[in-house]
């Protein structure tokens, strides 16, 4: 019944008041607590911690990219100048093989050209094909022209008095062609010079 001393829920129930001088029985309240853990961990501990763990590995992957690259770089330069080594060195091989040959067809195509004055169209047309072949090895002509005598390009195999003092020190004639192979001089022009004798 209500109003009655024994009715009520425990709670609503007063407790007797304190008598003083003697100690409390009743606890001291405490402090709010969290709820009870259910057993899972803190969601933001978490996500801290997988934060923290990409930021490493992203730490270390940039390290390894860097050694990556700077190791790449060091090999694509070995291996361009292993390239480099070969490219000479194959060059150099094929120059000690073929440049006999090329300059014995030279020496053929002095013998031929020397014939071709008697007006041979068959011998000028020989002389014509081995060229085109020296050409295609690299080996051309040194381009001839009179004008003052070049000791870097030109032989004198015989001197002729000059018609004039104007004359002095240039190239009379071509006797025979002169070479080079790439940048290289094989054989000299060979000329006959004009001097003051």
């Known amino acids: 019944m209500p109003g009655s001393p024994g009715s009520g829920s425990p709670s609503s129930m007063s407790a007797p008041p304190p008598v003083p001088g003697q100690p409390s029985t009743e606890a001291p309240p405490s402090p ?5 853990a ?5 969601p933001f501990a978490v996500v801290a911690d997988a934060v923290d763990g990409m930021r490493d590995e992203l730490a270390s992957l940039g390290d390894q990219f860097r050694r990556r690259l700077l190791n790449d770089r060091e090999v694509r330069r070995s291996v361009d100048g292993l390239l480099n080594e070969l490219n000479h060195a194959r060059k ?3 120059g000690r093989i073929t440049q006999p040959l090329l ?20 011998t000028r047309s020989v002389a014509t094909e081995l060229l085109t072949i020296l050409e295609r090895y690299g080996m051309t002509r040194v381009p001839f022209a009179r004008g003052p ?3 870097g390009t030109q032989e004198a195999v015989e001197v002729l008095t000059a018609p004039t003092p104007e004359q002095r020190g240039e190239v009379a004639e071509l006797v ?4 080079r192979m790439d940048e290289r001089l ?12």
């Open 32 to 36: 709010p607590t969290e709820p009870p």
């Open 38 to 42: 259910s057993g899972r961990p803190d």
């Open 92 to 94: 150099a091989a094929e």
């Open 103 to 122: 300059y014995d067809l030279i020496l053929l195509v002095d013998r031929i050209e020397g014939q071709a004055a008697q007006d041979d169209a068959l």
């Open 149 to 151: 005598f070049d000791p």
């Open 176 to 179: 025979r062609h002169g070479y």
């Open 186 to 197: 094989v054989r000299p022009q060979q000329v006959r010079v004009y001097t003051d004798r």
